[in-house]
């Protein structure tokens, strides 16, 4: 049977509603489509004992706080900004083990979340997990691939119960369900943005300036990739971004020797990012933003395009 948007979002409502009943729940915002569409939902349910915040971890994409209040505003849902930045780069100085660093970011999001509830009176959390989320989890009889921040990275003790609406949509599906929400289209068409951020995107350790580097060139494979879909040069991938390699490299700038960052352009075609195929750019695209990359970021000497699948690889990094 084909996914009905209107029959789903009746039942979810309903279900928010039964489960929260007349208490008050928060849930934050990562700009993302599934925890925009599940804020979208809960704002429907429950009104005002719904409690919406954008949490910035200071692992987020260039300008999100700004742009998510915006397309959100616009959807009728009010967000709170929290920082904690401070908290989640201290809490992950020196961790080098990509599981260790999911496990650290779903701990630090749990109590900034019940430090928000606290404050606001909440018993419940509503989260936008989907389906792979908790499939690549471990879930039903699999194996962990890796543990999603909003499904294996919550601590066990957690003082406030969890409400998912999506769970069991795929993310297609999650995008026709924000369409017939009335979310903007740069919302319900944006590429997926993993929970634990631009962590995902940094192998081995994390400092505030190794994110610097990364959002920069997340945000120029993002503009360039973009201006040439809307050329016709190429279909616009399914997700695109770059990734920081802990490996420095030789090259030459000016007449100097310099010793540098590497830079992993990747771009994937995929439904619902169980499994992928590397997006064929053309080269003159791949020239501009490595060109771009070298000459904007001043620490980064080199650029790979990553030509590899999902399965082996993964799309993100870790
Ligand atoms: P992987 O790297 O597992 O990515 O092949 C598949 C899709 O999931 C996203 N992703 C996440 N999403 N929490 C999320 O909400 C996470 O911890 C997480 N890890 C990966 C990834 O960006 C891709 O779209």
């Given at each position: 049977m084909p996914f009905n948007a209107e029959k789903f979002i009746e039942g979810a409502v309903s279900s928010i509603k039964a489960s929260v009943g007349n208490g008050r729940a928060i849930i934050a915002v990562s700009g993302g489509v599934d925890s925009s569409v599940a804020a979208a939902l809960a704002s429907r349910a429950l009104g005002k004992n719904i409690h919406c915040m954008f949490v910035d971890t200071g692992l987020m994409r260039k300008d999100e706080g700004k742009r998510v209040l915006a397309m959100l505003s616009r959807a009728g849902v009010k967000l709170d900004v929290v920082d904690a930045s401070n908290d989640f780069f201290s809490a992950l100085k020196g961790v080098e083990e990509p599981e260790k660093k999911r496990k650290i970011i779903g701990e630090k999001f749990i109590r900034v979340f019940e430090a928000e509830a606290k404050k606001q009176k909440a018993a419940y959390l509503i989260q936008g997990t989907i389906a792979p989320d908790w499939i690549e989890s471990g879930g039903g009889s699999r194996d962990t691939i890796k543990s999603h921040h909003n499904v294996g990275g919550l601590p066990e003790k957690m003082g406030m119960k969890l409400v998912e609406p999506l769970r069991d949509l795929y993310k297609h599906e999650v995008?026709?369900?924000?369409?017939?929400?009335?979310?903007?289209?740069?919302?319900?068409?944006?590429?997926?943005?993993?929970?634990?951020?631009?962590?995902?995107?940094?192998?081995?350790?994390?400092?505030?300036?190794?994110?610097?580097?990364?959002?920069?060139?997340?945000?120029?494979?993002?503009?360039?990739?973009?201006?040439?879909?809307?050329?016709?040069?190429?279909?616009?991938?399914?997700?695109?971004?770059?990734a920081l390699l802990p490996t420095k490299t030789v090259g030459v700038r000016g007449d100097e020797r310099s010793y540098q960052y590497t830079v992993v352009v990747r771009a994937v075609r995929s439904l619902d990012g169980m499994t992928a195929n590397f997006s064929h750019v053309p080269p003159e695209v791949l020239q501009k933003i490595s060109t771009r990359i070298t000459n904007e970021i001043r620490e980064v000497g080199r650029v790979l395009y990553d030509i590899t699948n999902k399965p082996p690889s993964t799309v993100e990094l870790e």
């Open positions: 995008r026709i369900t924000a369409r017939a929400l009335g979310l903007p289209p740069e919302m319900s068409e944006r590429q997926p943005f993993p929970g634990p951020g631009l962590a995902v995107r940094i192998v081995g350790d994390i400092t505030p300036e190794k994110a610097a580097i990364v959002r920069e060139a997340c945000f120029i494979v993002e503009e360039e990739l973009e201006a040439a879909a809307k050329s016709g040069k190429m279909e616009l991938p399914w997700q695109y971004f770059a």
